[in-house]
């Protein structure tokens, strides 16, 4: 466990050291040792371990915490090792008496508490609970007026006290309730879209009997406009107080969850109008608007914090950033947002995408759920190192989703449109997408090493990469095998699959990270990914098929897991996997010899077609 630059160690088996260095922990940062029983898999790496913290010129005191008995086994422990450069100082600790952090170690947040519990074991044994005070959300105005150097403000955040000349500057002065006004509109946003945004995206190109694409457009948004205004209603005249604390606003008052609302319903007409300009085609006005749309929720929003840290502030520079895009893209589209819509067609109009939409609805919510699991289970098991390691492993795992970038944008609406007379076409796209991915794939793994060369303090996360990048890739070949479920009218296939996923995903990390951390929750996120995707290509390539030839595309996979396992397995061992995964690298471009020589052929267009134009 990692908190406050203080590392706890939760017994020491003979393996001890071998993970800390995998998993980037440092041993020369421990302040405690927990011990919980004295079976020799819990204790024999100590003495191994007390020796390196002595030759690496420790000299700070280590405590080491443990039930009754753990004076015999110190002494046992010292036999071994001989006098050390620093003092161990053993504590027998009782279930329910709990044990001041802070008093054996400086730095600790104040009140941070260690409790030992009593567990069920054949012998004598016992659990620790650590306790830490939860701090708000840093005030920078306040720091600034009490005249706590900027310096110090770590201090400060972490809950510990700062000297000044005249006094101590306490935690409670400057930490505040935590802003999480953004984050929330988002949730909102995606309740009371009630899905409909898909809907737009699957019926646009085959509106109901009599309904122009801009006519479904209009009902879609104001039958959506008309849910959040209901649930912005009941929500701040009954609920407001509740939602306030819920959203951990409260020290703002109920009065902030009206403009939580109002700011849902502005990101909500701009997602919308995101999903037209893709629609009709409109590159230039998509690529402005999502800028913007952007902008607007990782930054507009916090230019104020410079200057003041009221949420109200903070929350009309949001509400004005939305609109600002609402206003000037409605605008342009005004024609589509104030469509005529007579009654009668809004009633088909709502009987057709408002049942789609609900029953794909619930996918979106349980999808963000699945790294998110992962990440819980490993700051449990492992610490914030590890947890911060597996975060940034993921989102460097990301990269892979560069061979398709824009792709997803127009595939979606093309096959829409063209899945009645283009399905060869459709096919021989899919075909492509795969050699893409799965080659970038290769050669990501094959050139990683060169990658974490530039993040050397998380080289820790090297071994699991390959199964992150796998889990993205799964989540990427989605775009060209499940689009039967929609064409079919059954988004609930999508929802059920990624909701297997998520279901999948908690109960292998319930059993995978306790016993190999890092790796489990890799192996887990990819093996749930994986199931998510079966499911919905299955069902999918039921309705419409767009896979050209299923053996190629099962021998693709397979190469796949072989580059993971390779990866995986040989991550110290860099040219061997070079030329394992190069070797699998070959076979997948004869595998996919015509649609690289098509792409060779389409290259060298592209250039000529350049070269003659200069």
Not at 6 to 11: P, R
Not at 145 to 155: E, H, I, Y
Not at 587 to 607: E, P, V
């Amino acid at each position: 466990v990692s908190v406050g630059g203080h590392n706890i160690l939760l017994d020491c088996g003979e393996g001890t050291q071998v993970g800390l260095r995998r998993y980037g922990v440092s041993a020369y940062r421990l302040s405690a040792v927990l011990l919980t029983h004295y079976h020799g898999d819990h204790i024999l790496g100590l003495p191994g371990l007390l020796q390196t913290l002595g030759a690496q010129g420790r000299t700070r005191p280590l405590v080491l915490l443990g039930p009754e008995g753990l004076l015999e086994v110190w002494r046992a422990v010292y036999a071994l090792t001989g006098p050390l450069p620093y003092a161990v100082k053993p504590l027998v600790c009782r279930a329910g008496q709990p044990v001041a952090l802070d008093a054996f170690s400086d730095g600790w947040p104040a009140g941070a508490t260690l409790l030992p519990v009593a567990t069920k074991h054949r012998v004598r044994s016992l659990g620790y609970r650590l306790d830490l005070p939860r701090a708000g959300r840093f005030d920078p105005e306040k720091a600034r007026a009490l005249g706590v150097p900027v310096t110090q403000w770590r201090l400060l955040q972490r809950g510990q006290a700062v000297p000044l000349a005249e006094r101590m500057v306490q935690p409670a002065e400057v930490l505040g309730a935590p802003v999480t006004f953004m984050t929330y509109t988002a949730t909102v946003m995606n309740i009371g879209i009630l899905g409909l945004d898909q809907a737009l995206l699957r019926f646009y190109h085959e509106p109901p009997a009599g309904v122009e694409p801009r006519q479904l457009f209009a009902a879609c948004t104001r039958i959506s406009a008309a849910f959040m205004m209901l649930l912005g209603v009941v929500g701040s005249v009954f609920f407001a107080q509740p939602l306030a604390a819920a959203f951990g606003l409260s020290t703002a008052g109920a009065a902030i969850v009206p403009l939580l609302f109002i700011n849902a319903a502005l990101y909500m007409l701009v997602r919308y109008l995101n999903v037209l300009l893709r629609l009709e085609n409109d590159l230039r006005a998509y690529t402005a608007e999502t800028l913007w749309m952007q902008g607007c929720y990782n930054l507009f929003y916090l230019l104020p914090g410079f200057f003041t840290s009221n949420v109200f502030v903070l929350a009309v520079a949001a509400i004005l950033s939305f609109g600002v895009v609402a206003i000037a893209f409605g605008y342009k589209y005004r024609a589509a947002v104030f469509a005529p819509l007579p009654g009668a067609q809004l009633g088909g109009i709502a009987r057709q995408t408002v049942p789609y939409g609900v029953a794909l609805a619930p996918a979106q919510i349980l999808f963000s759920l699945s790294s998110g699991i992962c990440l819980s289970f490993v700051g449990n098991a492992s610490g914030e190192n590890a947890q911060g390691l597996f975060a940034f492993g993921y989102s460097l795992a990301q990269l892979v989703t560069a061979i398709q970038a824009g792709f997803s944008t127009y595939w979606g609406p093309y096959v829409y449109s063209h899945y009645r007379d283009e399905q060869e076409r459709i096919c021989r796209v899919h075909d492509v997408l795969n050699l893409l991915i799965f080659g970038f794939f290769c050669v990501l793994v094959m050139f990683e090493d060169i990658v974490f060369v530039i993040f050397p303090d998380k080289r820790g996360c090297l071994a699991i990469f390959p199964l992150l990048m796998l889990a993205v890739v799964f989540n990427i070949l989605c775009e060209g095998t499940v689009y039967g479920n929609s064409i079919a009218r059954k988004p609930w296939h999508d929802t059920i699959g990624i909701g297997l996923g998520a279901l999948s995903n908690f109960g292998l990390c319930a059993v995978l990270v306790p016993r190999f951390g890092l790796t489990g929750a890799a192996l887990a996120l990819a093996a749930s990914n994986g199931i998510a995707f079966l499911y919905r290509s299955v069902t999918g390539q039921m309705y419409y098929r767009t896979v050209a030839s299923y053996p190629k595309t099962i021998s693709g996979f397979l190469l796949a897991f072989a580059v993971t396992a390779v990866g995986t397995l040989l991550w110290q061992h860099f040219f061997v996997k070079f030329a394992l995964v190069g070797m699998i690298l070959f076979i997948y471009c004869t595998l996919y010899r015509t649609q690289l020589a098509k792409l060779w052929g389409m290259g060298l267009g592209i250039l000529r077609s350049v070269f003659h134009k200069k």
